[in-house]
């Protein structure tokens, strides 16, 4: 699956201005998440795994870059943490943990901002950023994250 960078861009603008840039986003991240499940084996189910963390990471930052220009809602938003959300269990059990903890906490960060420190998507968020730390060796820090 591979979208050409001005395809997208013109998808994404489009999306934008006739004021749908949210639900494109989430309805794409949820269509994504249904291609491959995490516990997908062998190295063809790690490569779509990959790929699909690349394109949910794509999506993540749309979603992250226009958030505070109030054109997601907080239930778009929520939607769209909760299918990329699956990308960092994902990176911890294939030991890209650098990746995991990095995504992990920028995850968090935004839900907490946008969602609150008690929306579902902010725990599960928070809980799959510890698991990367503590599978990182980084226990301090694991054990230091919390509302």
């Known amino acids: 699956m591979f979208v050409h960078p001005l395809v997208a861009r013109t998808a994404l603008e489009h999306a934008r201005t006739a004021g749908t840039l949210g639900s494109t986003l989430s309805?794409?991240?949820?269509?994504?998440?249904?291609?491959?499940?995490?516990?997908?084996?062998?190295?063809?189910?790690?490569?779509?795994?990959?790929?699909?963390?690349?394109?949910?990471?794509?999506?993540?930052?749309?979603?992250?870059d226009h958030a505070g220009a109030d054109l997601l809602t907080c239930e778009q938003i929520a939607r769209c943490a909760e299918r990329v959300s699956w990308a960092v269990p994902h990176l911890t059990a294939t030991a890209d943990l650098a990746r995991a903890t990095e995504l992990g906490a920028a995850l968090l960060t935004h839900c907490q901002d946008r969602l609150g420190a008690h929306h579902p998507c902010t725990l599960t968020a928070r809980h799959h950023l510890a698991h990367a730390c503590q599978s990182a060796?980084?226990?301090t820090e694991a054990a230091g994250i919390r509302p």
């Open 27 to 64: 309805d794409t991240a949820a269509a994504l998440t249904l291609e491959l499940s995490p516990d997908d084996q062998g190295e063809d189910g790690r490569a779509r795994a990959d790929e699909l963390v690349a394109h949910l990471l794509a999506i993540w930052n749309h979603v992250r």
């Open 137 to 139: 060796g980084r226990l």
